[in-house]
Structures are given as structure tokens and as C-alpha cells.
């Protein structure tokens, strides 16, 4: 058997097919290369395990995979994670969400203590504290951990418990909270969708 | 005869397993064999049991080892107690690292690691029974678990040896040709865009021995390429298959109420037929018999002013 056989390019003006990674595809001059492919000596091969789909216009051709890879977090980005750590200017947030999908294993994000709010505040407790769900946005991804802000309505803590009994924690206010079991009031930098599904979209 | 005296290649020119000098030993690959993992496959080649595993792309701990441009691919060969003959001490050994280390480059010329910056992609090699020839048994499967995985490749990596036994070169040496003969050469290879990844050498060679085991590994190569890419193939068409059972048994469900509902409502309709036939019968006829009977008792004189 020759490599020939294996670089036998795929036809898919008439219908969808399937491919392999490193399947020769076709050239340059037949099509462009669109999503999962790559350009090797002006040769199109596929990236990943999927069907090759050729637009309506016969232009472009491009993979759909079959199984997408691992999220990996970018700048722009909205996560939602818990936080493990609250420190004096600095809080580490365990991102299990992004863009409304699934992270697993969690990815690491600081946020520092001027980007959790707008307003100046006095303390982290103001703020955030440990346990707590928060909607962040990524705005450096450069190197890890990431980094993340707060600001805005979106924004903000999407659920919390009592620090004082561990009850569930009622919005009163446009920053505050209540328990509903021992009725101590609790200050928090909140997203508009505290307690709502929508926070994970 | 001792072992070491004994002939590896019989007088009509196969080899003690019955194979010729291009075969390669028979060889199974399954993809998608771990739940926990992104991606996994075991091989089974020969007597080999490989299992591959591939988790990420995932955060990289510890993180003085991230790289801000691309993925880092950490492969971990290992082998299990049980794998060989004599128990192999579970300490990684220095083979094992080495083995790690080969592949990991082998696989790094093939993932597109920079789509994924500052992550890891964990490869882990479990060899659960060995035979001769696992590295290269190991990089088919762990190309087929990164493939399963969903992470981008410019193509799938087969392993093939090939080495000398009987100054003559031949393809996949098993464990006992591998001991017995005089050389091997594993090789990596991806078919597709014809490049060699993994390239070692154990013996003395001959330059024009060294050039045919690689071409003959190579030919092995795109034998065990094929294989894979039938895994890959088989793990999607089963998926589909269930679905479509799924959906036949469905259907067939479906089809049963709506044929007992249409029995019931048949019944219905020929249990309100009769009835209404019965009625018919009891107000139609009898009705006009009623009526001339009734007409007769008036027509008929009463025997009331007579008895007066």
C-alpha cells in the first residue's frame, strides 16, 4: 500500500464526509480553508475527527468535530465560579463555567479587590467572601491564573450563604442580602441575577 | 536446542508465529473505553494490552511550567507489575522515563498545541501485558485517545518496528525476536502528511539494512494507520447504532398504543353501532306493530258497553 492510497482526497461536493485528523481534504485552489482544517504546502487537511461540510457557495470547506476538546478560557469571556479565597486586596475564584458550558477541572482566576465594583470599598467582606458563587468577566488571559473583574449589573455575586448560619440568603437590596433562617443582613457586590438560572448563561 | 540456538525464520521462509517478513502481528484498536477520561483507547496488539489515556486540555499545576503560547503535553509510560514475565518493580525506570520522553515528542509534532495556551494535555500510558514493540503500540493508542479527546491534530501517529533477525529484515518483532535478534528499529510515523516522528535504533545496522527496516516499518505503519482510523469510525457508528435503536424501539412503542387505542376506539364504535342498531330494532318494528296493534284495539268494538 503507497501513501497514495491513505492522501486519496475526499469528495464532498455532493455530500458530508466523514474525516480524520490529517485527512487530505483537497488544495487551495478547490476550496478555503474554514473551521478545523489547516494548510500544510497549500494541501487542506482536517484537525479533528468529524464530517467535512462544504458551504451553500461551494467555497469554503470546514469540520465539524464530533467530540469538541476542553474549554480553555479567553479574554472576554464570562465564567462563573465559587470563590476559595478571599484575602485582603485579592480573591482566587475556581472557574467551573464558561461562556454557559462546562469547565471541569476548574481553572484558577484572580480578581483583586479594585475590579471586584466601581464603588471604593473599605473591605473584601463588603464585597465577597469565601463560598460565594460569582459571574466575573476574563480581561487577562496572558498568563495563568487568569484574571478577572466584576464591574457592572451582569456582574457580581449570583449566590451566597450565611456567614453566620450557613442559611439561604434573600436579596433585600440593590447590594444586600438576608437569611432567611437567622435574619442577619449581608453586604455583597451583586450580578442583577442573584438566585436566577439565567446567571450561568 | 537452547533458546538462543533455535531459528527464528523456518526453511519456507515465515516466521515461528506463521507470519511473513511484512506481517504484522493482529491488532485491535477501541476507542472510548474510559467514562472518566476526555479520551482513551486500548490496543491490543499481538499479545500487547496498551491502555491510553488522555485528559485536557486542562489547567497546568505546577504552574512555573506553563507556557503563554502553547499546551504543554506531559506523556507518562508505565508499566504494570503484572505486564511481563518476572514482576517489574512498580518505580518508574530509567526506560520508562525514556519512553515517556520519546513519546512526548512524538506527540508534540502532531497536536496543534498552540490553539491552547497555558493548559496541559495529560497522556497517560498504562501497559497492562507487554510483548515486544510497546512504545510503538503505546504512541497508536495515545494518538487515538488525543484524537477521541477532540483535540486538533495534523494527523494520527501509527508505531511499527522492524529489526533483524537471521540477517534478515522483518516487521513488528515480538518479545522473544525482539531478545533473540540482532537489532530493532521502532519508528512513528504519520502516514498522511508523511512525516517521522519517532525514530530509534538498537543493534548494528547496515546502511542499506537501517533504510529497509524503515521502509518496512513505514509499510507497517499505515497497516496499524488504517486500523485506526477504523476505531475511530467504529466508536461513532456504535454511538449511532444505539441511537437509532433507541429511536426504532420508540417508534415500535408509539406504534403499539396507537394500535390499541385504535382497537379500543373500533370497539367503541361497533359496541355504539349495535346499540344503536338495537335500538333501531326496538323502536322501528316494533313500533309499527305497536301502531297497528293500537289502531286494531281502537278499531276493534269494546266489549265494555256489551257486558252493561
Not at chain 1, 494548510?39 to 484537525?47: D, F, G, L, W
Not at chain 1, 478577572?148 to 439561604?168: L, M, P, R, W
Not at chain 1, 444586600?176 to 441575577?193: A, F, P, V
Request: with cysteine.
Amino acid at each position: 500500500m503507497e501513501n497514495e492510497e491513505i492522501r486519496k482526497p475526499v469528495e464532498i461536493k455532493e455530500k458530508d464526509q466523514l474525516v480524520f485528523p490529517g485527512q487530505f481534504i483537497g488544495v487551495i485552489e478547490q476550496f478555503l480553508p474554514g473551521q478545523n482544517t489547516y494548510v500544510e504546502e497549500a494541501n487542506i487537511y482536517s484537525t479533528q475527527f468529524g464530517m467535512a461540510h462544504l458551504d451553500r457557495r461551494g467555497l469554503r470547506v470546514k469540520v465539524f468535530p464530533k467530540r469538541k476538546a476542553q474549554l480553555v478560557p479567553t479574554v472576554g469571556d464570562v465564567a462563573v465560579g465559587e470563590i476559595v479565597h478571599a484575602s485582603n486586596q485579592m480573591t482566587s475564584i475556581a472557574i467551573t463555567s464558561v461562556n454557559g458550558k462546562e469547565c471541569v477541572p476548574s481553572y484558577t482566576c484572580l480578581m483583586h479587590i479594585s475590579r471586584i465594583s466601581r464603588k471604593y470599598l473599605e473591605s473584601m467582606d463588603e464585597a465577597v467572601r469565601t463560598g460565594d458563587i460569582v459571574r466575573v468577566k476574563i480581561i487577562d488571559a496572558k498568563t495563568l491564573p487568569l484574571q478577572a473583574e466584576s464591574t457592572g449589573i451582569n456582574f457580581g455575586v449570583v449566590y451566597a450563604e450565611c456567614s453566620q448560619c450557613g442559611g439561604k440568603l434573600k436579596k433585600i437590596g440593590t447590594n444586600k442580602l438576608k437569611c432567611t433562617s437567622c435574619e442577619s443582613t449581608e453586604n455583597r457586590k451583586m450580578s442583577i441575577h442573584y438566585g436566577s438560572p439565567m446567571a450561568l448563561a | 536446542m537452547t533458546e538462543s540456538e533455535r531459528k527464528l525464520i523456518n526453511p519456507d521462509g515465515t516466521r515461528l508465529d506463521g507470519r511473513s517478513k511484512t506481517d504484522i502481528r493482529e491488532t485491535s484498536i477501541e476507542a472510548g473505553v474510559s467514562s472518566r477520561a476526555d479520551g482513551s483507547a486500548l490496543i491490543k496488539m499481538g499479545n500487547n494490552i496498551i491502555l491510553a489515556v488522555v485528559h485536557g486540555p486542562r489547567e497546568l499545576h505546577p504552574k512555573h511550567l506553563v507556557n503563554p503560547n502553547k499546551a504543554v503535553i506531559r506523556c507518562t509510560y508505565r508499566m504494570a507489575t503484572f505486564s511481563v514475565g518476572d514482576r517489574k518493580r512498580p518505580a518508574p525506570s530509567r526506560r520508562e522515563r525514556e519512553i515517556s520522553k520519546v513519546m512526548t515528542e512524538s506527540l508534540e509534532s502532531v497536536v496543534l498545541t498552540h490553539l491552547y495556551p497555558r493548559s496541559a494535555i495529560d497522556v497517560f500510558v498504562q501497559v497492562l501485558q507487554a510483548d515486544g514493540g510497546t512504545r510503538c503500540a503505546a504512541l497508536s493508542a495515545a494518538s487515538v485517545a488525543v484524537a477521541d479527546a477532540g483535540i486538533p491534530m495534523r494527523d494520527l501517529i501509527a508505531g511499527c518496528a522492524a529489526g533483524i533477525i537471521e540477517d534478515q529484515v522483518v516487521v513488528d518483532l515480538a518479545d522473544y525476536e525482539d531478545k533473540e535478534g540482532t537489532g530493532d528499529v521502532p519508528l512513528g510515523y504519520a502516514p498522511s502528511v508523511d512525516e517521522v516522528s519517532l525514530l530509534q535504533m538498537d543493534g548494528n545496522f547496515t546502511k542499506e539494512q537501517l533504510l529497509e527496516s524503515v521502509e518496512l516499518a513505514k509499510e507497517g505503519c499505515r497497516q496499524v494507520y488504517l486500523i485506526q482510523r477504523e476505531a475511530l469510525k467504529k466508536k461513532y457508528s456504535d454511538i449511532r447504532e444505539e441511537v437509532a435503536e433507541e429511536i426504532v424501539e420508540e417508534a415500535i412503542e408509539l406504534k403499539e398504543n396507537i394500535e390499541e387505542d385504535q382497537a379500543d376506539i373500533t370497539d367503541f364504535m361497533e359496541e355504539e353501532e349495535e346499540e344503536e342498531e338495537e335500538d333501531f330494532i326496538d323502536y322501528g318494528d316494533d313500533d309499527e306493530e305497536d301502531d297497528e296493534k293500537v289502531v286494531d284495539d281502537l278499531l276493534e268494538p269494546t266489549t265494555f258497553f256489551e257486558e252493561e
